[in-house]
């Protein structure tokens, strides 16, 4: 083969087969070391490999070296470092890609990306639009339109958009039948049929709150994620429900009469158009038992506070999602019993640095934290629980126990933009940041001290 062969052949691998393309583009590499299309092949590689460290810095490179600047490496650079949660850095590449290519619908939806659930809806909207001119087929735009809906409190317009995100790859399309495609449930009345989980926990508990909506309507199997159906089963006990929603192979399927399915977050756009459609009422039980036996690890008859204080992950804004848990010091000196419930590795140890530092007692048990039905039982034996945005937000607020929220200003749009109170909870009270973290635990603490009295 000859060397252009090789290089046309190792593009056409890229989706198909990663390992050979980058095989071919380091073989064409050491013959000609100077290529900017090579290292930025070779960046976009590690890039779909998930090594956006070292895409990065390869990415970065090929924009510095000789020859015609070309979009796509800056385009490229700017999705690795939107995945890092560099969202700065990411505008500032996207523009560039913009610059020499203003006519791409691909990059302004990149572009908006960056300003969808980071407090600047209407921004993104705007791009987004003159996006879906340039391209009025993008499976990807209509979806980014229908977050930044969500975040400004436009349900319909909202749940419009994020239906699309079937057709994006953003959410998941199950199906419950072996020969043909299951229908989406349109919401005939009398219908068997199966609402499924996906994405995280925090959303499959904030979307279920919308079930008994659909139970009125249909005959109702919930397929649900496996560490949340003890929890499902004592709170829906009239409804078949299985843990299988990560299975692809499910026996349960062939013994029910299934006319339709429906992914969890879809039934937003059909029971949830308006904000009074939010009932905020409690939706999910924990086991009596482990509250009990809870209540019995604890033995005190001080209020019991469970905490949280570091969540998500790099793509989903941990920098912005945590606050340390040293900064705590002036809710912590509160006359209390803390329960942490922190599930990140390092948290035992966090936990016992601040006790010993603080001479308090921070109750940690990892069995406790590893298990979603103890976890649950946990916040229903607390009087308050303190978290950041994570998913102890949403199981506080389902099961109707006070949560005081700790909430960023770039955070998901189920938190909304500016209110004190989520749409979703009734129990759940958002202390917004507004200049660092410290006035806002400060202000937690004069609310803690207020509530003891």
């Given amino acids: 083969m000859t060397l252009q062969e090789i290089f046309d052949e190792s593009v056409s691998l890229i989706e198909e087969d990663l390992e050979k393309a980058i095989g071919g583009f380091h073989f064409l590499l050491n013959n000609d070391p100077n290529s900017s299309a090579l290292v930025f092949y070779i960046g976009t590689c590690e ?107 436009m349900w319909v317009e909202g749940w419009k958009g994020y239906d699309r ?99 969890i977050g879809s039934l937003g756009g059909m029971y949830r158009k308006k904000l009074k459609d939010f009932p905020k009422k409690p939706y999910i039980k924990a086991d009596d038992f482990l509250v009990s036996k809870i209540k019995e690890r604890l033995n005190t008859k001080k209020p019991i506070v469970v905490i949280h204080w570091k969540g998500g992950t790099a793509k989903t804004n941990k920098d912005f999602r945590s606050v340390g848990l040293k900064e705590w010091k002036p809710i912590l000196e509160k006359d209390c019993e803390f329960v942490s419930l922190q599930y990140t590795e390092n948290a035992p140890e966090v936990v016992k640095m601040v006790n010993e530092e603080y001479g308090v007692n921070i109750h940690h048990w990892e069995d406790v934290v590893a298990d979603m039905d103890w976890q649950t039982a946990a916040l229903q034996a607390s009087d308050l629980i303190i978290s950041v945005n994570t998913s102890i937000v949403h199981i506080s607020g389902a099961l109707g126990k006070e949560c005081w929220c700790l909430t960023p200003t770039k955070c998901a749009w189920r938190y909304g933009l500016k209110d004190e109170q989520m749409a979703w909870y009734g129990s759940v009270k958002q202390y917004r940041e507004t200049n660092g973290w410290t006035p806002i635990v400060q202000q937690v603490a004069k609310d803690l001290e207020e509530k003891l009295c």
């Fill in 165 to 263: 995100g079937l057709e994006s790859g953003h959410r998941t399309r199950r199906n419950y039948h072996k020969d043909v495609e299951t229908p989406l449930w349109k919401g005939e009345k009398g219908h068997t049929v199966v609402i499924y989980g996906e994405q995280g926990i925090g959303d499959e508990t904030m979307f279920a709150s919308i079930l008994p909506d659909a139970i009125k309507d249909a005959d109702v199997i919930f397929d649900c994620h496996p560490r949340l159906v003890n929890i499902f089963r004592n709170s829906f006990p009239d409804i078949p429900i299985f843990g299988t929603r990560k299975e692809k192979e499910l026996d349960w399927c062939t013994k029910e009469k299934i006319d339709s399915c429906l992914p």
């Fill in 47 to 153: 890039m779909k490999r998930g090594n956006f460290g070292v895409a990065i810095n390869l990415l970065k490179l090929s924009t510095t070296m000789k020859g015609k600047p070309f979009p796509e490496a800056w385009n490229n650079l700017g999705w690795c470092y939107h995945e890092q949660g560099l969202v700065g850095e990411a505008d500032k590449c996207f523009q560039k890609s913009l610059e020499l290519k203003p006519d791409s619908a691909d990059i302004h939806n990149n572009v908006a990306s960056c300003y969808v659930n980071n407090g600047t809806p209407d921004k993104a909207i705007k791009i987004l639009k003159k996006g879906l001119k340039l391209d009025p087929k993008h499976n990807q735009i209509p979806w980014n339109i229908g977050l930044a809906y969500l975040e400004k409190g």
